[in-house]
């Protein structure tokens, strides 16, 4: 949370600096933030922005609902609908909670590998490039272009008003310069607490204010032991127990997850979904099949699962994991028949799914764990 405020105020004195000869105050600083925040909220409920005029940011990234979409859109919302209220995606739309988190889009050399960005193949670097990305996106919000999302801005009276106050009186003088307005805006409204307020029954649990259930307690030692389980490997960043956790490390594997059949009947699509490969800045084919490993925050409340919401139900994922490890995990219990095959097989991440066997009482308690990682504002969905 320090890094993010530290950030903040760089971005405010770096904009100040090229606006004024003299050094902004921190109630300068305060003040500009304060006013994109507000600017960006209003713009992150804006269905104007879309070309029918439909469609918002908060349509897709629900905020009664973890910021994720929770419309049926005909596919049991495994994918989004979008603003011609026909054109389907391929992948779901991942919660816009907590994703303030994620680093800038690199590869890490130490590690070799590629970690952070937006979107499940890391495509943006930042917040602010994942806003922009679905105004201009065909089977989305569909504008065809940045100079018709400016043309929307302008018809606002308190967004010309605000953008000046906040950009200076030449920001329409360039559309490219108005649209990263929007989307800078539409950023500093997505890292405010309201994204991430870490105030689950896990996070009271660490202040001493909620007491676990002897399930909830198994769950939790199951899920940070390396020699138990894979969790940890890849959904802790900080450490067990630790403040502020945000439950993903940022890294990109296939896991092996099957191709949605149910999805592509109403989608139409026939190709492999690349992964990280789609992403333009990854060429080397050994990242075909990768993801974003996902926050856990809102886990329980945020299904389908997984980039293109294949499995139903939470309890399904981790018996999917066990697969690997448990030779008598054979049938996908929402089926009832043998799991699919991987829709990459080459590339699967092997060396991190290892882990002893779940017996179902583990299981049980895993599930019991990833409950407790429910914003206190989305507990009430869990009893739906």
Not at 62 to 77: A, I, M, Q, S
Not at 242 to 266: D, M
Not at 341 to 357: F, G, N, Q
Request: aromatic content about 10%; some cysteine.
């Amino acid at each position: 949370m320090k890094n993010l405020k530290l950030y903040s105020v760089i971005i405010a004195i770096i904009f100040f600096s090229g606006c004024t000869n003299t050094t902004p105050t921190k109630e300068d600083i305060a003040k500009k933030i304060k006013m994109k925040e507000q600017l960006g909220q209003v713009l992150f409920f804006d269905k104007n922005l879309s070309k029918n005029r439909t469609q918002s940011c908060s349509t897709c990234h629900n905020p009664e609902y973890g910021f994720v979409d929770n419309r049926d859109n005909t596919v049991n919302k495994m994918a989004s609908m979008g603003d011609d209220g026909k054109s389907l995606g391929n992948r779901q739309a991942p919660s816009a909670a907590y994703a303030m988190f994620s680093p800038k889009f690199h590869f890490d050399e130490k590690k070799k590998k590629y970690i952070g960005g937006q979107f499940w193949d890391g495509r943006e670097a930042t917040l602010a490039g994942q806003a922009g990305g679905p105004p201009l996106n065909p089977i989305e919000m569909g504008m065809p272009d940045k100079k018709s999302v400016v043309e929307r801005l302008k018809e606002n009276p308190y967004y010309v008003k605000t953008l000046k106050d906040i950009y200076g009186n030449d920001i329409f003088k360039s559309d490219e310069e108005a649209y990263f307005a929007m989307t800078d805006s539409i950023e500093k409204f997505e890292m405010t607490k309201e994204f991430a307020p870490f105030d689950s029954k896990y996070d009271r649990f660490l202040e001493g204010k909620y007491d676990l259930t002897p399930l909830e307690d198994l769950g939790r030692s199951l899920f940070f032991s390396n020699n138990n389980n894979s969790c940890a490997t890849c959904h802790v960043l900080k450490g067990e127990d630790k403040k502020y956790e945000t439950f993903t490390n940022y890294e990109y594997h296939n896991i092996g997850v099957p191709a949605n059949p149910n999805l592509r009947v109403k989608n139409g699509v026939k190709n492999i979904d690349d992964g990280l490969l789609a992403n333009p800045k990854v060429t080397d084919k050994k990242h075909k099949g990768k993801y974003k490993v996902p926050t856990l925050r809102n886990v329980a409340v945020t299904g389908p699962y997984m980039h293109n919401g294949v499995f139903k139900d939470l309890r399904t994922v981790i018996e999917f994991y066990d697969k690997y490890n448990h030779k008598m995990r054979k049938l996908n219990p929402e089926t009832g028949k043998p799991w699919a095959e991987p829709e990459v097989k080459e590339t699967i991440s092997l060396e991190e799914l290892k882990a002893k066997k779940q017996n179902d009482r583990k299981i049980d308690a895993l599930v019991a764990f990833l409950k407790l990682l429910t914003d206190k504002r989305y507990e009430h969905l869990l009893e739906k």
